[in-house]
């Protein structure tokens, strides 16, 4: 899963007037309101000295380009097709020991040279009420460009030709009696973006992200009963073949057929017994009940006001007993295809791999330059990301992964091995508490398992757990040959709010005893 | 720029015009947006960042017959503005038909909704965002606690043009101000919060102080067995449940047999009662306390609707298609909710409870069954056990299971006073109220 550093479009030095020309040159619509590279790079250059001219002791400057393009059907049409852009730039300063922020959506000098002195403005209003003065861990200067590899870009795709697709998805599914609505929809961004800093750091990148997806929705007029079934196909990295290359096609019908299977099925009933999560429903148990409580800021108490603090504190590194011995959780922003992927974060660090999670024992967060000096680290883990170019760049999560066990077990071996368990298949509602301990998820489809076979489908299955107590009943892991990469397009943290795309990766596992909740009794078990 | 109701309509007008030139004879929409927003944060009693960013907004939606396409850009310099509309025309052109589009509205006759634009809210210079965050943290290191919060002003204006002659535009300011505060023994947390029109309406102190007198009063909370338990619920918690009946409201929804409004056998349970006598909820741009801008977000006109009347169900709202389709009236989706308050004083929902819960707010809040509107989600920063009428002791915080149709449906007393709460991109206009036979599922260990 390693994305080797040959994959990356790497420019040091003089080659980096070529790469950026290469790479603007690329997108017509990437020249933005200046007419050449070297405007903007004059621009950029300006407004990092007027900085540092009105007291700033540190500077960065974000210019991003943003384009996001969606198509929606429902039915047998299209109910919006819709293309937008946004582009501007964000200056970030550090005077007084505190962080000042301010951003235009005028990128000419006259207006990135106000914009910079006015965040350096308030970052002295706000040193007054400073305890802790902002130092920022080293990182070498690093100077380079970096893309999304990609084989067709989705937006030189046309919207006929994306929309001939998932029309073709709603009238499959809408073929299986019993179906009577489906959706489907494309969802495309493009985010450039230029990251320079008094540091010396200046780095491009271009990220392309694709989020197809495709539900469809059965009826009983006679009970005024329903049931939807969303595809489990995942947002990525990657270019419009994601789709074309999908089984998307060829699952549609069955996508109508499961939607049916799941209103006829019976409820559960609650108890507790051994659970089997695939990867497509395993992947937001990681987000939220590893990926949230290991972000450095909200163990901390930063984030107390609306996402909340962690129970991995930090008197509990690598002390805390996470998750059983097999368990090994890794945070890695080179993943290929993964969401959060990219060569250097928004702090200008140079993203790597590491563990949070080792053998079972919590043994790391996620940090940014502000951050590693709080708990002593000397390097930045290079996870800081801002959404746009109006946004203060601030510790986002990086892919998190579990790591696959050896040898090639996959789901039929460990429904094989069980006695009394569910199956939990797709994503369903999702909810943790704001310490990340006590959390409740739902999926899309269950199946009971009876002395290692599956007898029939259920519904209305919810899992209730707590963080660690539920890590540590992980008894069987699949091998890296069922490992699949799913990921979350929206995840939100942050005042005022800011969106992050990260993806997961795992194969499927097993959790012993775990409290199975009926979310709807009315049908019966 | 900013964008007075001139320079909207003559940015509209420059839109509109190279839509008549690029793409002669289709229709065409324009939004535009203009706001300032800024804000200071502040956590572990320091100031954490700020930030200030000023943006345009243009949007245009082009339609050549049923054929539509929407787009949006920051930039507003006329290259850019022509590049919008032909990047519009470029997807309207190849976009499938819809059958439900319909053409957009010509002039409209709107309501006078209350003023809700400050122009010193909208300007506030950084000065008082940081004072407030000061004061707030002055005054929990006073109680001995630590504070994290958010302080934000913004202002601007929005504005709607059509090719059939619609011109509609709209100014507003907000203050939100929200404050948490965490006791050193690592067991209590408080929440309050504010927010208005008008900076100068939002008392600070007062959102501080209940933020830390909540997080004193919740230290060494006590178990207790979860269950069925008599609530009560302060407007936060009422609002974040209340939000999740706006979806079900949808009339369409309810016609095709996909909401908790939907009969059995087809068609909708308006007209049923289904709730106390007590429950009147409804929407109004004109309401003082969530005023809103006259129209919704393609022209329509915002009247004062009704949906639930003192326990019936009136009515649903109606899209324009569907509006259409249906030979009725359209309504436009509500921006605003106002659950009507009742009689009771906050000592009146305590009093009779012979053991019951108080509850300040909820998070993380999920749909589970959009059928039955069942939502699981947690307590947090300030849980209480109430007995014999009085708040006796700070309790855990749990995860509960349960609707806000039977929260309704429960509901024995609402409160006299009612507040304003953000909540699912909606204006929430709720009381406090007391309901019964609550879910709370099962214990949170979170603080």
């Known amino acids: 899963m390693r994305l080797s550093r040959r994959g990356f479009l790497a420019a040091t030095g003089s080659a980096l007037a ?119 861990a080293p ?38 009696p019993g179906v009577k609505f489906c959706e489907s929809s494309f969802h495309a961004v493009r985010e450039w973006k230029l990251v320079a800093s008094t540091d010396g750091a200046w780095v491009e990148q271009e990220l392309t992200r694709v989020r197809p997806s495709f539900s469809a929705t059965a009826i009983d007029a006679t009970t005024g009963d329903f049931a939807e079934r969303e595809h489990d196909i995942p947002a990525l990295q990657a270019g419009w073949e994601h789709v074309t290359r999908s089984t998307l096609l060829a699952d549609a019908r ?230 699949e990469l ?40 | 720029m900013s964008l007075d109701r001139k320079t909207a309509r003559r940015l509209a007008d420059r839109i509109l015009g190279h839509a008549r030139r690029l793409a002669p004879g289709a229709d065409a929409i324009v939004s535009l947006s203009y706001g300032r927003s800024a804000n200071v944060r502040f956590a572990r009693n320091e100031i954490t960042s700020s930030g200030d960013v000023t943006e345009t907004v243009a949007a245009v939606t082009l339609a050549r017959g049923q054929r539509h396409a929407a787009s949006t850009t920051n930039q507003t310099d006329d290259a850019s503005l022509v590049a919008l509309v032909e990047r519009a025309d470029r997807l309207a052109r190849v976009s499938p038909e819809d059958p439900e589009w319909l053409p957009p509205l010509g002039p409209q006759r709107y309501r006078v909704t209350p003023p809700q634009h400050d122009a010193a809210t909208r300007d506030l210079p950084a000065e008082p965002r940081v004072a407030a965050a000061a004061s707030a943290i002055a005054a929990a290191k006073q109680a001995g606690v630590t504070v994290a919060g958010f302080h934000e002003t913004s202002g601007g204006a929005s504005a709607l043009a059509t090719s059939a002659g619609l011109f509609a535009w709209h100014e507003s300011s907000n203050i939100e ?85 939907s009969r059995k056998g087809g068609g909708t349970r308006v007209g049923e009662t289904l709730f106390p006598e007590s429950i009147t909820l409804g929407s109004d741009a004109a309401d003082p306390l969530t005023p809103g801008a006259p129209y919704s977000g393609d022209g329509l006109p915002r009247q004062a609707l009704t949906f639930i009347d003192r326990g019936r169900i009136a009515r649903l709202s109606y899209d324009r298609y569907w509006a259409h389709k249906q030979g009725v009236h359209a309504t436009g989706a ?51 056990l109430v007995e014999n009428g009085a708040v006796v002791a700070p309790v855990t915080n749990f995860r509960f299971n349960e609707s806000p149709v039977t929260m309704l449906a429960r509901a024995d007393l609402l409160g006299r006073e009612t507040v304003r709460v953000p909540q699912h991109g909606l204006d929430l206009r709720v009381p406090a109220l007391r309901t019964h036979d609550f879910h709370l599922a099962s214990v949170s260990d979170a603080v």
């Open chain 2, 334 to 384: 509500p921006h605003s909710l106002h659950l009507r308050g009742g009689t009771a004083t906050p000592e009146d929902l305590l009093a009779g409870v012979k053991r019951g819960v108080l509850i300040t707010r909820f998070w993380y809040t999920r749909p589970l069954d959009p059928k039955s509107i069942l939502i699981t989600g947690l307590t947090r920063d300030g849980v209480f």
């Open chain 2, 177 to 261: 101000l929200t404050v948490t505060a965490r006791t050193p023994c690592g067991t209590g947390s408080g929440w309050a919060g504010g927010t208005a029109n008008r900076a100068a309406d939002v008392d600070v102190s007062r959102v501080v102080a209940t933020a830390v007198d909540k997080a004193l009063r919740s230290c060494a909370p006590r178990a207790l067995t979860p269950g069925r338990y008599t609530v009560i619920l302060e407007p936060q918690a009422v609002a974040e449940l209340l939000g999740f009946l706006t979806g079900s409201l949808d009339a369409r929804r309810a016609d095709e047999g996909r909401s908790f409004f």
């Open chain 1, 254 to 483: 069955r996508t109508g057929e499961e939607a049916v299977e799941k209103l006829r099925a019976p409820s559960v009933t609650p108890r507790r017994c051994d659970l089997i999560l695939a990867p497509s429903n395993l992947w937001l148990t990681i987000h939220e009940s590893v990926g949230h409580p290991t972000e450095l800021d909200r163990a901390l108490g930063y984030e107390a006001n609306y996402a909340g603090t962690s129970f991995a504190t930090v008197d509990k590194l690598g002390k805390l007993e996470y998750a059983a011995p097999a368990v090994t959780l890794f945070a890695d922003k080179t993943t290929p295809g993964g969401l959060a992927t990219c060569a250097w974060d928004d702090d200008g660090v140079a993203t790597s791999r590491w563990n949070l999670v080792e053998r079972g024992r919590f043994v790391g967060y996620q940090t940014t330059r502000e951050q590693a000096g709080w708990i002593g680290e000397a390097r930045s883990r290079g996870t800081s990301y801002a959404q746009d170019y109006k946004s203060f760049p601030f510790q986002r999560m990086p892919n998190v992964s579990l790591e696959p066990a050896p040898g090639d077990r996959g789901l039929k071996e460990i429904v094989a091995a069980t006695d009394d368990g569910i199956v939990v298949v797709g994503r369903g509602s999702w909810s943790i508490d704001h310490q990340r301990h006590n959390f409740q998820f739902g999926g899309q489809l269950f199946y009971e398992v009876k002395r290692g076979k599956i007898t029939r489908a259920l519904r209305d299955v919810a899992y209730q757990s707590n963080s660690v107590e539920f890590w540590r009943s992980c008894d069987l892991i699949g091998g890296a040959r069922e490992v």
């Open chain 1, 139 to 176: 990182e070498p200067p690093h100077v380079g460009a970096w893309r999304t590899p990609l084989e067709v870009d989705p937006f030189k795709v046309g919207i006929d030709e994306k929309a001939a697709f998932l029309l073709a998805l709603d009238a499959e599914a809408l073929r299986v």
């Open chain 1, 18 to 136: 070529s790469a950026q020309v290469a790479l603007r040159a690329r997108d017509a619509s990437a020249r933005g309101a200046l007419d050449s590279d070297s405007a903007l790079e004059r621009l950029v250059q300006q407004t990092l000295d007027a900085a540092r001219k009105a007291g700033a002791s540190y500077a960065d400057v974000r210019v991003v380009r943003r384009l996001d393009e969606s198509l929606s059907t429902r039915e047998a049409h299209v109910t919006s097709a819709a293309s937008s852009e946004s582009y501007g730039l964000g200056v970030r300063v550090i005077a007084g020991g505190a962080w000042g922020f301010a951003a235009t959506s005028r990128v000419l000098p006259v207006d990135a040279v106000a914009v910079a002195t006015r965040a350096v403005a308030m970052a002295r209003a706000a040193s007054h009420a400073v305890e802790r003065k902002v130092t920022l």
């Open chain 1, 486 to 525: 799913h990921g979350s397009f929206y995840d939100g943290k942050g005042e005022p709010g800011q969106v992050n795309a990260v993806s997961h990766g795992c194969p499927p596992a097993r959790f012993r005893g775990v409290n199975i909740l009926a979310t709807d009794t009315r049908r019966g078990g």
